[in-house]
């Protein structure tokens, strides 16, 4: 019964859409390395694809980030927007069901995913919503450089929005900051049954001259209640590697990278925000029991919890600032990867 408790601590509240179809799998990474393979079953729920393996770990595949999905052979083969492969065969007299119902939850996020940029947008042309309607799935953060090849307007919309929800400041602030073409938006309608209005996040990479003394950064923030209350900031790549980078092209595909990373993450944990930071020692108290096992089997939270250098509160405006730029620098004077940022 492992399996069974790590499915309930995946951070994920939603109705399953098809119960367990027994079946063998084969899950390769970007770089088509074997992470897994066996016999286990699959179970489709209303956001992502959950294989539950005899021997191994319970993981997710968000239908967000699903690119293709194709049969041959009584196989059928999934490939992921950050390379991953997924096949799954041997599923016998469920193999039909099982693709139809596949193809029919994919379906209908789309057309709601559709139905939100359609009310956002209204001005813009189908084909120009349907392109973005591919970016933003499940609230993932578009980067602006997408957003503009498609159209500029859209990006203006966007801005607008996050300053509507009380971000305008920390958000010209850190733009300032930052690469604004790596610059990401997202958004959410009913966060699943916990926010029934319009949830806005954006992800700012913040790197570029080593002269500036800070970077090899990205920075979360949030709406909640009308405004942000902290603003939360990743690594983009190792600190040690950081230096090495001697390039613009090289840091911008880095930023690309983690970009993607951070959405995957942030949707398998259904944009919570409170087990990337807290402490190994809090998850031992009784009040975030339901995070302990989620922080240990949930690959995404991993990685999070692992590129998290800290938060900084909202106080006041100055003292914001003041606390992003300490962080900021903290992060390219300290060579430890584990090291966080404290107030």
């Not at 120009?128 to 309607?133: E, G, K, N, V």
């Amino acid at each position: 019964m492992r399996n069974e408790v790590t499915i309930k601590d995946l951070l994920a509240d939603e109705a399953v859409r098809k119960t367990d179809v027994e079946m063998d799998f084969i899950y390769c990474d970007e770089k088509g390395f074997e992470m897994a393979r066996g016999a286990g079953k699959a179970r489709l729920y209303e956001t992502g694809l959950v294989i539950i393996p005899e021997r191994e770990d319970v993981f997710r595949i968000p239908y967000s980030d699903i690119l293709k999905v194709s049969e041959s052979d009584y196989e059928v083969k999934i490939s992921t927007e950050l390379g991953e492969q997924l096949v799954l065969k041997r599923m016998g007299s469920e193999h039909e069901p099982f693709t139809e119902a596949l193809s029919s939850v994919l379906s209908e996020l789309q057309n709601k995913a559709f139905s939100l940029t359609k009310a956002m947008f209204p001005t813009v042309d189908s084909m120009s919503l349907r392109r973005i309607t591919n970016l933003m799935r499940e609230g993932k953060a578009m980067s602006k450089s997408y957003v503009d090849a498609i159209d500029p307007k859209i990006w203006l919309e966007m801005e607008r929005r996050i300053a509507s929800v009380g971000l305008r400041e920390t958000y010209a602030f850190l733009k300032e900051l930052s690469r604004q073409d790596k610059i990401a938006i997202g958004f959410k309608r009913g966060l699943m049954g916990e926010l029934t209005g319009e949830y806005i996040w954006y992800l700012i990479p913040i790197y570029g001259s080593k002269d500036k003394g800070y970077g090899n950064a990205v920075a979360m923030e949030a709406s909640e209640d009308g405004g942000g209350k902290a603003t939360y900031f990743f690594r983009m790549v190792g600190r040690r590697d950081y230096p090495e980078y001697e390039s613009a092209e090289e840091l911008d595909k880095a930023a690309d990278q983690i970009i993607k990373k951070i959405n995957r993450c942030m949707v398998d944990i259904n944009f919570r925000r409170e087990p990337i930071y807290l402490p190994d020692e809090k998850l031992e108290e009784q009040a975030y029991v339901k995070y302990r096992v989620a922080v240990r089997k949930v690959p995404s939270l991993k990685l999070l919890r692992s590129l998290y250098i800290g938060r900084v509160i909202h106080a006041s405006p100055e003292k914001w600032k003041k606390d992003v730029m300490d962080l900021l620098r903290f992060n390219v004077e300290a060579s430890d990867d584990l090291a966080k940022w404290k107030k």
